[in-house]
């Protein structure tokens, strides 16, 4: 990853020690985690469990990017924030949690809204993006910046009892030598307005968005330390109601590029 590399120190030794104890990982997965620097887009419902289980993983730098503040009807879900936070920047709740959590790890703050201006002028500080929005234009921005600075996508979405993740890896080829699938070959174009009703219409339970963002926190920390298979051209579906998870894979289609 990005950075100067620094070694591991004896409290990050035992702090990361059941990482540090599985042969995949070990001490060279640690420092690859500690080098990292991942940008988490939203510090909501997928963010929260996101940030927190990055930052205990020992992620070196966590940026967060969300123009929201803290309300009521937040908490249900948004673990990371609490009753003591409510009127707050959520970017800022989020950092202080962190910080209680493990303050080894360095946060950069970002009030605004993620776009692709934002991307041209900051994405390169990251290797890294996971994207936790809750609305199609963020996240088609996302995976267009993504996709354009060549660094990894992992992206996720919930409905009111199901959830999806998948990791995007679109400028690189995968083992049958084809470029691996884009954001657009899943979904060539944003659903009309209105048409998917947001959790604010429609309600969502809230244990649904830890499922969800704690896979997504796997699947990074899979990407980081380069161990597993990650869901590079699959996309997981997760169905609360019924307790089922399904995989289905999907390709490349011709001519979707972010540039066009």
Avoid at 146 to 165: C, H, M, N, W, Y
Avoid at 171 to 182: I, L, M, T, V, W
Avoid at 183 to 202: K, M, N, Q, T, V
Avoid at 205 to 218: K, N, P, Q, S
């Amino acid at each position: 990853m990005a950075g100067m590399e620094e070694h591991l120190t004896p409290e990050e030794i035992e702090r990361y020690r059941r990482h540090i104890l599985l042969p995949e990982v070990g001490g060279t997965g640690q420092q690859k985690l500690k080098n990292a620097r991942v940008l988490v887009i939203g510090a909501g419902g997928l963010g929260a469990p996101v940030l927190y289980y990055l930052a205990a993983a020992g992620v070196g730098t966590i940026g967060i990017i969300d123009d929201d503040r803290v309300s009521l009807s937040n908490l249900q879900r948004q673990v990371i924030h609490d009753s003591g936070t409510i009127g707050d920047l959520k970017t800022e709740s989020a950092r202080r949690s962190i910080e209680k959590l493990n303050p080894l790890v360095r946060t950069l703050n970002f009030e605004e809204r993620f776009s692709l201006e934002w991307a041209d002028r900051h994405l390169s500080l990251f290797d890294l993006v996971v994207d936790g929005s809750d609305n199609f234009d963020t996240r088609y921005a996302a995976a267009d910046a993504a996709e354009i600075a060549k660094v990894p996508l992992v992206t996720g979405a919930v409905g009111r009892f199901d959830g999806s993740v998948t990791v995007l890896k679109p400028y690189e080829a995968g083992p049958d030598g084809n470029p691996n699938p884009s954001y657009r070959d899943l979904f060539p174009e944003r659903p009309p307005e209105g048409l998917i009703p947001s959790c604010a219409e429609a309600g969502i339970l809230g244990a649904l968005t830890g499922v969800i963002g704690t896979l997504m926190a796997m699947e990074t920390l899979k990407v980081i330390t380069g161990i597993g298979e990650p869901l590079v051209g699959r996309l997981m579906l997760y169905d609360g109601l019924s307790a089922r998870f399904d995989t289905i894979r999907y390709k490349r289609r011709a001519g979707t590029a972010a540039a066009e």
